[in-house]
């Protein structure tokens, strides 16, 4: 109850303005979605129609399930809640006892609350729970075609807005020719194929980071998710999509010392984002040099690549003006920069 009354103080109009906002750095524009309220970034963009889509049903219960530490369920279970909804979250995370900014608002958002102690129990869960669920029930990373309308729009938005940037340059070469570079991560990948859907027929080239999982199991599914998603079945060119994940040589994994166990290990955690020193080191002197958090899981990662590999290698055109979209999450993440304050 409380909740849905300080949402009508916060967002008088019931949903915030969604502003296109651009940082320029030396060798890249930054687009910043990382300024969007609570660090929710792009998910704002992507709830949207969801709940659009369930006001015009009638809708008033979603279930969701997913990662408790995760941008995903802290932004969906914090925006559905104060949108109105009854939220039914069905969790998982390996260690019960962590307590984490998005591990709490995933508790405090939702009205009904299950955790479990891996990712197939809590699916296990879900899929039981939706046979009965009167409502919305959403699959993982909250893939459904409502997440499109918010997205759509965006896209054209930033269109017009990258065009306008480029002024000069713009008007001099024919409509035909890539004039600039648009890079994103792929989490599920639907900020990448929805934005390709939008920006295949344009003069903006988009290219994706993979940080999860390699091009060739994305590049199998993309068919199946254009489908759920409703968008139109056009083959992903192999070129544009990027592979740094978990083994970027230029990203130490301090495993000197360890045995082949360990580092195997450590590697694997590597691979999910977590507790790399230098990649946090690195998001540290970031900060400190731009005002600008990125997160060690998305944002941190791309952009090392950007200032390290892009400016070498020849991928589409060095000299074409690059575009990195920050989907935000950097709040999670706070505490690299701002330690911790001691009692006085
Ligand atoms: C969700 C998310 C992504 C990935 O978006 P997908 O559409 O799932 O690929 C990237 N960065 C941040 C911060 C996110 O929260």
């Known amino acids: 109850m409380e909740v849905e009354y300080h949402s009508k103080l916060m967002f008088p109009h019931g949903y915030p303005d969604l502003p296109i906002r651009m940082t320029k750095f030396a060798d890249f524009t930054m687009i910043r979605d990382d300024l969007l309220p609570f660090g929710f970034g792009t998910k704002w963009r992507k709830v949207f129609g969801i709940i659009c889509d369930a006001k015009k049903k009638g809708t008033k219960r979603i279930l969701l399930w997913g990662a408790i530490h995760g941008n995903y369920l802290a932004s969906f279970t914090s925006i559905l809640r104060i949108s109105g909804f009854f939220v039914e979250t069905i969790a998982y995370t390996k260690n019960p006892n962590l307590k984490t900014y998005n591990e709490r ?3 405090n958002h939702s009205h009904r609350f299950q955790c479990y102690a891996n990712r197939s129990l809590a699916l296990e869960a879900f899929n039981v729970r939706s046979q009965s669920f009167d409502g ?3 699959p993982e990373f909250g893939v459904h075609p409502g997440q499109i309308l918010g997205l759509s729009r965006f896209w054209e938005d930033l269109e017009e807005e990258i065009l306008l940037d480029l002024g000069e340059r713009n008007k001099t070469n024919s409509s ?3 004039k600039a570079i648009l890079q994103m991560e792929i989490g599920s990948g639907v900020s990448y194929l929805s934005a390709y859907d939008h920006f295949h027929v344009s003069s903006i080239c988009v290219q994706a980071v993979m940080v999860g999982e390699s091009k060739t ?3 199998d599914k993309t068919s199946e998710l254009q489908t759920k998603l409703g968008l139109k079945q056009i083959p992903i060119c192999e070129g544009n999509l990027i592979e740094i994940a978990g083994n970027d040589p230029s990203i130490p994994e301090t495993t000197y010392g360890l045995n082949e166990n360990s580092k195997r290990q ?4 590597i691979r999910f984002g977590k507790q790399n020193p230098f990649l946090e080191n690195w998001i540290v002197e970031y ?7 990125l ?8 952009v090392h690549h950007i200032l390290t590999k892009e400016k070498r ?3 589409v055109d060095p000299k074409l003006p690059l575009y990195y979209l920050h989907q935000g999450g950097q709040i999670q993440h706070l505490d690299l920069v701002h330690s911790r304050q001691k009692p006085s």
Request: charged share 20%.
């Open 105 to 107: 608002l995933v508790r």
């Open 176 to 178: 035909q020719t890539t």
């Open 136 to 138: 919305i029930s959403l």
């Open 295 to 302: 997160e060690p899981i998305y944002s941190a990662k791309s």
């Open 266 to 269: 450590r590697k694997q955690t």
């Open 287 to 293: 900060y400190q040099k731009n005002q600008v958090l």
């Open 313 to 315: 290698s020849n991928e």
């Open 217 to 219: 199991t994305w590049l």
